[in-house]
Every structure is written in structure tokens, then in C-alpha cells.
């Protein structure tokens, strides 16, 4: 299995509400990522696990919370988002050991926040 | 500051051409350089990784160049067809700790029949 899946594909929430993305791989790959991505730009790194442990925050607001319970699952939990956090959120994988690392990127989820 | 460089934000080339696609960077020393491609509303896929050490690369219909000194990498389609226009990502790793990317614009590649 070589994919990474994510749940669920839209989401529409408001600004008070609390969702979880939701994030699985099943290739063994120790470190599982979030980037957020707005139209026309690149991916943005948002967070990195390696070995089930945050290594890497660029800063991301606290209404972002990331969580990783196990090698395989990677959540981020959203609460009290605003307007501008819409976006497509995608996570990837990728084999978190050796020099060189290509990363599997899921479909991500398109969050909309009204 | 660091900077990835994708100096075409799009090109359209007509069926069976040669799409090149330059990806230049500043104040990185990278071991590897990545390619990447995205459909609208997908999540990137890897293409090939080019080392340091390595001055081309060859998969399928795809090449890549690395040229250190110039800082630069060039990503050629070679007998184009409409089912490659996408976007095409460079990334290289950062200065942070593991293997955090940071990736370029990206150049949105149309071709034609």
C-alpha cells in the first residue's frame, strides 16, 4: 500500500466549531507531515512528526493542533479558525530515515471556514 | 534568505514539444533537489530526485539536470502530451532538522494538441 489517505475530502465550518483532519498511511514511513496550501502557491509546511514526535512547527497558530497517536495516524485538530485559514490541507510521509527522502502527498482536504 | 525560483509561472507548448521547466535557487546547498507534479485539487506527486553528485537524470519521458555552480535545475518533458499539463513543483530540503521541504511557485505547464 502505497498511499496515503485523507479524511474527510471538504469541510465547511464556522469559526466557532471544533473538526479534526484526519491522516493514514500504511507504508512504514516514520515522519508524517501538514502543509497548508492556498490557490496559485506552493505547499507551506505547517508541522512535522518524526517518530511520533513534533520535531518541526513553523509558528502555526494554536488554533491548529497537530497529533500524531500512532506511526500511522496523523491528526490536526482545528478550533476557532478564521476566513483566512481556508485552504487545501494536505498531509504526506515519507520514510523519516537514510539521506534521501521523496514524500507522499494524500489528496488533502479543502477546508472552507465561514 | 532562501529562495526557490521558478521563472515561468506558465508555459504552454503544443503537442510532442520539449517542455523545459527551470527551478534556481539561492542560499541553499542542497544534497538533492525534488520534482513534483500537481493536479488542480490534488495533493503533489514525486517524480525524481537528483543528487548533488548527479548532473542528469532520466525517467521515462523526463529528464533532470543539477547544476550546482549555476544553482540551478532543469526538468524537460521530452514528446509532450496534453495528459502532462499540471503543475510542476522544485523542492529542496531546508536548514531545519529532518527532511521538512520547501518548494517553489511552480510553473502550470499547458500543452495543446
Known amino acids: 500500500d502505497t498511499e496515503v489517505t485523507q479524511t474527510p475530502k471538504h469541510l465547511v465550518m464556522g469559526m466557532t466549531n471544533k473538526k479534526s483532519l484526519k491522516c493514514e498511511q500504511h507504508?512504514?514511513?516514520?515522519?508524517m507531515y501538514w502543509y497548508k496550501q492556498k490557490a496559485k502557491k506552493p505547499p507551506e509546511l505547517m508541522f512535522v512528526?518524526?517518530?511520533?514526535?513534533?520535531?518541526i512547527n513553523e509558528s502555526v497558530p494554536s488554533r491548529f493542533s497537530p497529533e500524531c497517536p500512532n506511526s500511522s495516524l496523523l491528526n490536526l485538530h482545528l478550533h476557532a479558525l478564521q476566513p483566512e485559514d481556508s485552504a487545501l490541507y494536505l498531509c504526506?510521509?515519507?520514510?523519516?530515515?537514510?539521506?534521501?527522502?521523496?514524500?507522499?502527498f494524500g489528496p488533502g482536504t479543502r477546508l472552507t471556514v465561514l | 534568505s532562501q529562495k526557490i525560483e521558478q521563472n515561468s509561472e506558465a508555459l504552454n507548448i503544443q503537442e510532442g514539444k520539449t517542455a523545459t521547466l527551470t527551478c534556481n535557487y539561492t542560499?541553499?546547498?542542497?544534497?538533492?533537489l525534488q520534482w513534483y507534479r500537481q493536479d488542480p485539487g490534488r495533493g503533489p506527486v514525486f517524480l525524481l530526485l537528483?543528487?548533488?553528485?548527479?548532473k542528469e537524470k532520466r525517467k521515462e519521458r523526463l529528464k533532470v539536470t543539477f547544476d550546482t555552480t549555476l544553482k540551478q535545475s532543469l526538468f524537460h518533458i521530452t514528446a509532450s502530451q496534453p495528459a502532462d499539463s499540471a503543475t510542476y513543483l522544485c523542492?529542496?530540503?531546508?536548514?531545519?532538522?529532518?527532511?521538512?521541504?520547501?518548494f517553489g511557485k511552480g510553473t502550470s505547464l499547458l500543452v495543446t494538441p
Open positions: 504526506a510521509s515519507s520514510p523519516g530515515q537514510g539521506d534521501y527522502n521523496e514524500q507522499f
Open positions: 507504508m512504514g514511513h516514520r515522519a
Open positions: 512528526y518524526s517518530y511520533e514526535k513534533l520535531s
Open positions: 542560499n541553499y546547498s542542497p544534497a538533492y
Open positions: 537528483i543528487r548533488e553528485n548527479e
Open positions: 523542492a529542496l530540503k531546508g536548514d531545519r532538522s529532518g527532511y521538512a521541504l520547501n
